[in-house]
């Protein structure tokens, strides 16, 4: 049964329902027609900061890369979205060179957008980490200790100059939708005003990262990271430290959630950017 709220949004967009509701960790997604006849589907989240940013981002960016924005309730977190092919992800892809080729795509078009008022800073994003690095690192164990310390001291050489592109924040390949309107397109960002590199990771991260078996995972990131460099002409050093910035967000996150080690996943990533531990500031 659909909530009231999507039942006033029906009624205030002239939406019909059709097809089954699908629900994440967002919140939900109903298809709908409008009353044209064409194909939407109307997004209902928790109102916060957060889907405040991503309308901001999404009437921004308009459609370049990524899912369009038809109309929005900002008061109750809703959003009417041109309707993608929600069954079929990038993941579908086989060539992982051109998977990755489409994330960069759509990356560079979406940081080329001037970024608007309004939306969280990566300066103020890293100045937190920073603070509350020190006290998370008791929980873990001396070897991951130090790593954590050696990722403090790269955030801290690049917080000078954080950057002032606007970035998606999470185009993992879960996030690109086959599309009508373009072979693919980006959704859910999570948009931050921010330099470029801190996009990589969810990239490079994608896939490789729930298979406990796969061996290949330092040269599948290695790849990845030469493709997405060289697309967006990121100075690799600089890209690196800014990847080793979202291993240190995330590993943050993992210990306020209760755990006591980095994840094995991190750790790989760390290690196969590790020999591109210098970069130029500025």
């Known amino acids: 049964m659909l909530s009231s ?67 929005s309730d900002r008061g109750r977190g809703a959003m009417l979205l041109e309707r993608l092919h ?41 100045s937190g980490m920073l603070d509350d690095a020190p006290a998370a690192m008791t929980a873990l164990e001396r070897d991951d200790r130090a790593r954590l310390r050696r990722w403090m001291s790269r955030v801290t050489d690049l917080e000078a100059a954080p950057g002032h592109h606007l970035l998606h924040w999470d185009l993992h390949y879960g996030n690109v939708l086959a599309a009508d309107r373009e072979p693919w397109l980006a959704i859910d960002p999570e948009p931050l005003v921010g330099d470029p590199g801190f996009d990589l990771w969810p990239a490079l991260d994608s896939g490789w990262s729930t298979d406990d078996t796969l061996t290949e995972a330092p040269r599948i990131v290695r790849r990845r990271f030469d493709i997405l460099t060289e697309m967006l002409d990121l100075d690799r050093g600089r890209a690196a430290g800014w990847t080793v910035a979202r291993l240190l967000q995330n590993t943050l996150w993992d210990i306020e959630d209760g755990h006591a080690a980095i994840s094995t996943s991190a750790k790989t990533v760390d290690d196969a950017l590790a020999p591109l531990g210098g970069f130029r500031k500025g």
């Open 86 to 126: 929600a069954d079929r992800t990038l993941e579908v892809v086989e060539n992982d060179d051109d998977a990755v080729r489409v994330v960069g795509s759509l990356l560079a078009r979406l940081h080329s957008a001037p970024a608007p008022d309004g939306l969280p800073q990566l300066q103020t994003i890293l």
């Open 5 to 71: 709220v999507a039942g006033d949004l029906l009624q205030k967009w002239e939406l019909r329902a059709e097809g089954a509701v699908r629900s994440g960790e967002a919140g939900v997604v109903v298809p709908v027609r409008r009353a044209d006849g064409t194909r939407a589907a109307l997004k209902l989240q928790v109102p916060r900061a957060e889907t405040t940013a991503a309308i901001i981002g999404l009437v921004r960016w308009n459609g370049r890369g990524i899912v369009r924005l038809l109309d």
